[in-house]
């Protein structure tokens, strides 16, 4: 007669797995897979297999595998201490001894754990350059835009030749136009004289040198205006505000000779 197993023959039978299983049960409920919890603890997934199935002969030395575990259970939000106990009364003593060469483990590092983290994503690279292209080419587009966008200020300089400055009519021979007159000296020299008008208005002018040629007499427009002759020079502006006099490349103060901001003078090199 085959003898049978009564319940008090079972419940002496010892938990076979009393802290491996829970480890398990928490993970498997968490969604978690062996690797991930490797990745996230530093510790090579035939280890924490071991713990789960406690097989002490897959394990580290008793040392580092209850760290392991107790590292294993704080993740998991179990009891690590509860855990630690049972995994002490369940060591065999033959696997107490101490290890022959520790630094042989395979425990997991941080380099590895980096390198299998930082992955390369090549969309993001791409958005990235496509990103730093776009800025680039707004940055020129502003620039090109700015450029176009200065004003441009080109000189107005009219050469008068022979045929103009004898060309016109004398100013009123009444001298209503012209109403005040002067002479900057009195002294005739034959030496040549350079005249350099800036008109910013249309206005009259008239300007005969010591020969008797008549440099220009008529309305000039805006503009900048060079004449050369023998001094002195006899002058008749009719808007002197609108009008700058420069005399062998020095400025001419007319002030002296205007009135109603009009001028009749006539000019010599100093």
């Not at 928490?26 to 035939?46: C, F, H, M, N, W």
């Not at 350079?194 to 040629?213: G, K």
């Not at 420069?246 to 100093?270: H, I, K, W």
Request: aromatic letters at 6%; charged letters at 20%.
């Amino acid at each position: 007669m085959t003898p049978s197993m009564t319940s008090t023959d079972s419940a002496a039978e010892p938990d076979t797995l009393a802290f491996g299983a829970p480890l398990r049960h928490v993970r498997e409920e968490k969604g978690l897979s062996v690797q991930a919890v490797s990745d996230e603890l530093y510790i090579v997934t035939p280890y924490l297999t071991a713990l789960e199935a406690e097989d002490f002969s897959a394990m580290p030395p008793v040392v580092y595998a209850r760290g392991f575990l107790v590292n294993y259970a704080r993740f998991l939000g179990l009891d690590a201490k509860m855990l630690a106990s049972r995994f002490d009364a369940a060591c065999p003593s033959d696997y107490r001894k101490p290890p022959e060469n520790i630094s042989a483990l395979p425990i997991q590092s941080n380099k590895t754990r980096s390198a299998r983290r930082m992955r390369f994503n090549p969309w993001l690279l791409l958005a990235l350059i496509a990103l730093i292209i776009g800025a680039v080419a707004l940055w020129l587009l502003v620039s090109s835009s700015t450029d176009d966008d200065k004003p441009t200020t080109t000189p107005t300089v009219i050469n008068m030749d022979s045929a103009d400055q004898q060309a016109g009519a004398a100013l009123n021979a009444t001298g209503s136009a012209i109403g005040a007159s002067g002479s900057a000296l009195d002294v005739t020299s034959t030496a040549p004289a350079s005249l350099d008008l800036v008109v910013t208005e249309d206005t009259m002018v008239s300007i005969t040198d010591a020969d008797s040629n008549t440099l220009v007499s008529k309305r000039l427009p805006a503009g900048s205006y060079h004449f050369e002759g023998a001094p002195p020079f006899a002058i008749q502006i009719a808007t002197v505000d609108s009008v700058t006099l420069q005399m062998n490349g020095s400025p001419v103060d007319m002030r002296e000779y205007t009135q109603d901001n009009r001028a009749d003078f006539t000019l010599m090199p100093e």
